[in-house]
């Protein structure tokens, strides 16, 4: 009985160790930063925004149930009854203010996110009084949510947007605006606090991508099982998927399919598996990583040659986009800088753009790294500058013909935009991860 109470005892010293490393590991188990990390963003970022973007203010309005996606980002995401968030540029300076019913008021003063919380009478409501602080204080142009271009510039309905502009001045609603490039300008740019986040979480994805391929057993390991095993390492970690759940990860070792879900395939040997995976952090923070393994056949020891130079090919791409980035230089150059060297190297065409923004949404607002596929007319994104603070998900690219379609190696590693150029946020993969035969 001793030695049973002992051996008990030592079980729950190693679980408990177990679960103490575990958090320990895991650089995420504290509150969320995000309150103070948004009061910064308001404070430093939203300022400079306005300006780019030629407003003077910015109103958005909160409800409950059907709130708008910019809620979170300007202290409205717990609204209620309708609450009415207000930016208004003084000089360099953001002045706030939120329109509010009793109901929600005690709550946003504690906050202390704006600088002014004004509680309404509950039968006027918020929209007609802060319609009428607009029609007074309000010089220059009035950013409102509503686009055709940027879903979270679109939060206001057709009757919000009516009910709204129908009490404002006429010479207030003539200098109504989409907020469309206020919050291209806001959302694109990443205080350092947040880059540092997104390289932590970045690293966690291409750890356990690595890790993942050294469960494989060729001939037996499912593609659905390298999925299986990165859902439980999120669901232990208490994350959640950086997009789609039902296509992150992304798992292929057969034919091109897009994005799309893990199947049942089974990994044989001389197959390239492409893995396409991202975690979100605090609710809030994404990666987008995808790493790459070649499985041996019986008697290999690495990569046949040819699948070797279509690794360096698709490494050396990402490369040499990376290396084209800085400020000031747009999307479609970064862009053409991959696809000539692709092109030098008889890479067939790949319809994706070479990368995209990735912050709060695995395709986030920003420029887009695209623009010189083959028939294609380029997005109006891929001309915009870049900017410092900007993070972006890249590939390098290399397509061949298999039996039954296409193969495309693509490389893909995180960086943010620096002051002189960019800098890779995670551990890069250099090499292809070699998974043996028995």
């Known amino acids: 009985m001793k030695k049973l109470l002992l051996f008990i005892a030592a079980v729950c010293l190693l679980s408990s160790c177990t679960q103490k490393q575990e ?22 970022l939203l300022g400079p925004a306005m300006q780019r973007a030629g407003v003077n203010g910015w109103l958005v309005l909160c409800r409950s149930n059907v709130n708008d996606p910019i809620a979170s980002h300007v202290g409205g995401e717990n609204a209620g009854a309708p609450a009415v968030f207000y930016f208004e540029l003084r000089g360099n300076d953001i002045f706030s203010i939120v329109f509010t019913p009793e109901g929600e008021a005690a709550a946003l003063k504690e906050k202390m996110l704006q600088d002014s919380v004004v509680v309404v009478d509950y039968n006027i409501g918020a929209v007609s009084t802060a319609a009428q602080y607009v029609n007074k204080s309000l010089k220059g142009k009035l950013a409102l949510n509503f686009s055709t271009k940027n879903e979270f510039a679109d939060g206001l309905s057709s009757t919000q947007f009516q009910a709204l502009t129908g009490q404002l001045s006429p010479e207030v609603r003539k200098n109504v605006v989409s907020s469309e490039e206020l919050l291209y300008e806001w959302l694109s740019v990443k205080l350092p606090k947040e880059v540092e986040i997104m390289k932590k979480a970045a690293e966690i994805t291409s750890q356990w991508e690595i890790e993942a391929y050294e469960q494989v057993v060729p001939n037996v390991t499912r593609d659905v099982d390298i999925a299986n095993f990165l859902k439980e390492k999120m669901r232990s970690h208490g994350f959640t998927d950086a997009w789609a759940a039902d296509q992150n990860p992304s798992v292929n070792s057969g034919i091109d399919r897009g994005h799309s879900h893990a199947t049942d395939r089974i990994i044989r040997p001389g197959d390239v598996i492409q893995t396409d995976f991202g975690i979100r952090v605090y609710d809030r923070w994404v990666s987008d990583i995808q790493r790459f393994a070649y499985v041996l056949k019986p008697g290999e020891k690495e990569a046949p040659a040819d699948i070797q130079r279509y690794w360096e090919v698709g490494v050396e791409g990402n490369r040499k986009a990376k290396n084209a980035m800085k400020p000031g230089i747009t999307g479609i150059e970064v862009d053409k800088a991959q696809r000539v060297w692709m092109a030098e190297n008889k890479s067939q065409e790949v319809f994706w753009g070479t990368g995209h923004s990735v912050g709060y949404q ?5 420029p887009r790294l695209s623009g010189n596929q083959a028939g294609r007319i380029p997005p109006q994104d891929a001309y915009r500058p ?29 960086a943010v935009v620096t002051e002189n150029g960019a800098e890779y946020i995670s551990p890069l993969q250099e090499k292809l991860v070699l998974i043996k035969s028995n």
Do not use: C
């Open 362 to 366: 695995a395709h986030d607002v920003g």
């Open 23 to 44: 958090i320990v590991d895991n650089p995420f188990s504290g509150p969320s930063p995000w309150p103070e990390i948004r009061k910064e963003r308001i404070r430093t």
């Open 386 to 414: 870049l900017l410092k603070g900007q993070v972006f998900a890249f590939d390098g690219f290399y397509k061949w013909d298999i039996e039954g379609g296409t193969k495309t190696i693509s490389v893909e590693e995180m």
